[in-house]
């Protein structure tokens, strides 16, 4: 697919199309390949149905009787082509948000480099957490509204409130930087979990397209001994549950701990799983990894599992068996008593139902039955012989056959005489 073809719905500022040196565009496919072209206006669609037959007119005079036509027309007259406006509006905005979400972080990188040496505007990945506003932004919210700046035009209230922010003491201006310092720093941790997230993803999908991947070479080897997981950046609200139906699509889950505060009892965000097969937290950490939960991008990694806390002069004990809060407990089942069951089972079918007179007539019917349709014996003149013997006995003329000279055969091979 051509690139103009990808991106001929944008403002293309250059037209000089060319293999570039880092992505030729010949051969790339954008993110909003699938995304339909942004609606024209109403009046550009009233336009172009009006414009349909025309042929060999002067454009410049037919454009201005259809504009006077649509300002003449009323506005439920007008509300057809603003309905069509809306429903193509909407789908056009629910596939680009399906595409934008679904497109990873190495997508967004090359399609960015690509855009840039065209001049197009950049595409911004949804998943990437949002620069906090700085303690002037936070003030000028808070005095946007005030009475003191109603009526003034968006320059004169912004130079207005810009000079009471410098003149304030730096006793006022404290709330305001702790508050920004304080989202600068939430937004960092998240930035981090995202970095690490995408740069999770291009070690996965380095090691995919070079040649040279194993087991061995991979950096899931490490934990080949280990079926537990973390799973960081939850949301507050969610439960056990919650998370147990979330990570459940790649394997039973056997043990979860969900962390939370011992005051308080609320969830912290994080939480460790266990499964029951350790290859189910491969396909946990490659699919879920980055994942959007409720607004939030999850971190899902290896782990060993939480740290034990000991107390003061315990020593260390192995456990008995495997930890298990979620699946179910382990039934042992003795043979002799399945065996005695199996049998009980058998003997109440042949007494037959108390409840039910006839079924130990249909039974004996079912039976005559299969007997009727069993093969009749043979005559008497291979009755004393297998089918498998009869098969396997030649008959009188095959013996001859096989006793016949190799002469015969060597003349039988001759070829015809000539005329």
């Given at each position: 697919?051509?690139?103009?073809?990808q991106f001929?719905?944008?403002?293309?500022?250059?037209?000089?199309?060319?293999?570039?040196?880092?992505?030729?565009?010949?051969?790339?496919?954008?993110?909003?390949?699938?995304?339909?072209?942004?609606?024209?206006?109403?009046?550009?669609?009233?336009?172009?149905?009006?414009?349909?037959?025309?042929?060999?007119?002067?454009?410049?005079?037919?454009?201005?009787?259809?504009?006077?036509?649509?300002?003449?027309?009323?506005?439920?007259?007008?509300?057809?082509?603003?309905?069509?406006?809306?429903?193509?509006?909407?789908?056009?905005?629910?596939?680009?948000?399906?595409?934008?979400?679904?497109?990873?972080?190495?997508?967004?990188?090359?399609?960015?480099?690509?855009?840039?040496?065209?001049?197009?505007?950049?595409?911004?990945?949804?998943?990437?957490?949002?620069?906090?506003?700085?303690?002037?932004?936070?003030?000028?919210?808070?005095?946007?509204?005030?009475?003191?700046?109603?009526?003034?035009?968006?320059?004169?209230?912004?130079?207005?409130?810009?000079?009471?922010?410098?003149?304030?003491?730096?006793?006022?201006?404290?709330?305001?930087?702790?508050?920004?310092?304080?989202?600068?720093?939430?937004?960092?941790?998240?930035?981090?979990?995202?970095?690490?997230?995408?740069?999770?993803?291009?070690?996965?999908?380095?090691?995919?397209?070079?040649?040279?991947?194993?087991?061995?070479?991979?950096?899931?080897?490490?934990?080949?001994?280990?079926?537990?997981i973390f799973?960081?950046?939850?949301?507050?609200?969610?439960?056990?549950?919650?998370?147990?139906?979330?990570?459940?699509?790649?394997?039973?889950?056997?043990?979860?701990?969900?962390?939370?505060?011992?005051?308080?009892?609320?969830?912290?965000?994080?939480?460790?799983?266990?499964?029951?097969?350790?290859?189910?937290?491969?396909?946990?950490?490659?699919?879920?990894?980055?994942a959007t939960?409720?607004?939030?991008?999850?971190?899902?990694?290896?782990?060993?599992?939480?740290?034990?806390?000991?107390?003061?002069?315990?020593?260390?004990?192995?456990?008995?068996?495997?930890?298990?809060?979620?699946?179910?407990?382990?039934?042992?089942?003795?043979?002799?008593?399945?065996?005695?069951?199996?049998?009980?089972?058998?003997?109440?079918?042949?007494?037959?139902?108390?409840?039910?007179?006839?079924?130990?007539?249909?039974?004996?019917?079912?039976?005559?039955?299969?007997?009727?349709?069993?093969?009749?014996?043979?005559?008497?003149?291979?009755?004393?012989?297998?089918?498998?013997?009869?098969?396997?006995?030649?008959?009188?003329?095959?013996?001859?056959?096989?006793?016949?000279?190799?002469?015969?055969?060597?003349?039988?091979?001759?070829?015809?005489?000539?005329?």
């Amino acid at each position: 697919m051509s690139f103009l073809k990808q991106f001929g719905h944008l403002s293309i500022q250059t037209r000089n199309i060319g293999s570039g040196k880092h992505l030729n565009p010949t051969k790339f496919t954008s993110i909003l390949a699938n995304v339909p072209f942004r609606p024209t206006s109403p009046w550009q669609m009233f336009a172009a149905e009006k414009l349909k037959g025309a042929k060999n007119e002067k454009m410049g005079q037919r454009m201005a009787d259809i504009s006077a036509e649509w300002k003449s027309m009323s506005e439920q007259d007008k509300k057809k082509y603003f309905d069509i406006y809306k429903e193509k509006k909407e789908v056009h905005d629910a596939a680009m948000e399906k595409a934008l979400n679904n497109a990873t972080s190495k997508q967004f990188y090359e399609e960015n480099l690509l855009r840039k040496k065209y001049k197009l505007p950049l595409l911004k990945d949804p998943k990437k957490p949002k620069k906090p506003l700085n303690a002037y932004m936070l003030y000028f919210q808070a005095k946007k509204d005030d009475p003191s700046v109603n009526g003034l035009t968006i320059q004169e209230k912004t130079k207005k409130i810009a000079q009471q922010y410098a003149q304030l003491p730096e006793s006022e201006k404290k709330p305001f930087t702790e508050k920004a310092n304080k989202l600068h720093e939430e937004y960092r941790k998240k930035l981090a979990e995202y970095n690490a997230s995408a740069e999770i993803q291009r070690i996965n999908e380095r090691e995919i397209s070079n040649g040279n991947w194993s087991d061995d070479a991979s950096w899931h080897a490490q934990y080949k001994n280990s079926a537990w997981i973390f799973a960081g950046g939850l949301d507050y609200g969610l439960t056990e549950g919650d998370i147990v139906c979330i990570f459940s699509q790649y394997g039973e889950i056997m043990h979860i701990i969900l962390v939370r505060d011992r005051k308080t009892g609320k969830s912290k965000g994080y939480a460790f799983l266990q499964y029951e097969d350790q290859r189910s937290t491969i396909l946990a950490v490659d699919n879920l990894n980055g994942a959007t939960v409720l607004g939030r991008t999850i971190r899902v990694d290896h782990s060993y599992g939480p740290k034990k806390h000991k107390k003061e002069g315990e020593e260390d004990s192995e456990e008995e068996g495997p930890l298990m809060n979620v699946a179910p407990e382990y039934v042992e089942v003795d043979e002799a008593e399945e065996k005695k069951e199996k049998k009980k089972k058998k003997k109440k079918e042949s007494k037959g139902d108390d409840e039910d007179p006839m079924a130990e007539y249909f039974r004996k019917k079912k039976k005559k039955s299969k007997r009727r349709r069993s093969p009749s014996p043979s005559s008497d003149k291979h009755r004393s012989r297998s089918p498998s013997y009869r098969r396997r006995s030649p008959s009188p003329s095959h013996s001859r056959r096989r006793s016949r000279s190799p002469s015969y055969d060597r003349r039988r091979s001759r070829s015809p005489r000539r005329k």
